[in-house]
T-cell receptor, first 113, second 113 residues
């Protein structure tokens, strides 16, 4: 069964304290892995798509990496405005005509000034 | 309006009521989705429409009835809901169904009393 597990469930950082969030996945074949950011009371905001092991993408203080079993979202020198829930989702090969994303439960990040 | 919009943002309804959620995307996309987000649970895909045709019904109870009159609009008709249906209902759209990233609306917070 296709599955996505995110860790930790919650993470509290001091401003400027770099860290990483983990997304482990089990799929029959990976078509794509997606990272989203979700602020309270809002819909998820798209951040990155990764397609193959070894791929990396960056946006401001965020960098996403991908291996055959997991993805990391590295946050460098975070600021309080980076506080949010970060969601990981995968799309498996053989998903048919739909773009079915399998989501993890997310990591709640709090960055304190 | 830009992106994906949803109305209403908040809805309280009794178990015998009938109501509808509306979603509109201004991105020129061809695929639209309904998701349910409950506390401590991953996002659950409910329905997928591609070029106005439903391509996925993820074993959703019949008290939820989707309608997609065109590629820009998506409705979710609700009737005789249960308290456990209280959740954040998110609409998303994508250029096509695979493997394109999905863009989400702000959601409708539904409370069933």
């Amino acid at each position: 069964e296709d599955q996505v597990t995110q860790s930790p469930e919650a993470l509290r950082l001091q401003e400027g304290e770099s860290s990483s969030l983990n997304c482990s996945y089990t799929v029959s074949g990976l078509r794509g892995l997606f990272w989203y950011r979700q602020d309270p009371g809002k819909g998820p905001e798209f951040l990155f798509t990764l397609y193959s092991a070894g791929e990396e993408k960056e946006k401001e203080r965020l960098k996403a990496t991908l291996t055959k079993k997991e993805s990391f979202l590295h946050i460098t020198a975070p600021k309080p405005e980076d506080s949010a829930t970060y969601l990981c989702a995968v799309q498996a090969l053989g998903g048919g005509a739909t773009n079915k994303l399998i989501f993890g439960t997310g990591t709640l990040l709090a960055v304190q000034p | 309006e830009t992106g994906v919009t949803q109305t209403p943002r908040h809805l309280v309804m009794g178990m015998t009521n009938k109501k509808s959620l509306k979603c509109e995307q201004h991105l020129g996309h061809n695929a639209m989705y309904w998701y349910k987000q409950s506390a401590k649970k991953p996002l659950e895909l409910m329905f997928v429409y591609n070029f106005k045709e439903q391509t996925e019904n993820n074993s959703v109870p019949s008290r939820f009835s989707p309608e997609c009159p065109n590629s820009s609009h998506l409705f979710l008709h609700l009737h005789t809901l249960q308290p456990e249906d209280s959740a954040l209902y998110l609409c998303a759209s994508s250029q096509d169904t695979s493997p394109y990233e999905q863009y989400f609306g702000p959601g409708t917070r539904l409370t069933v009393t």
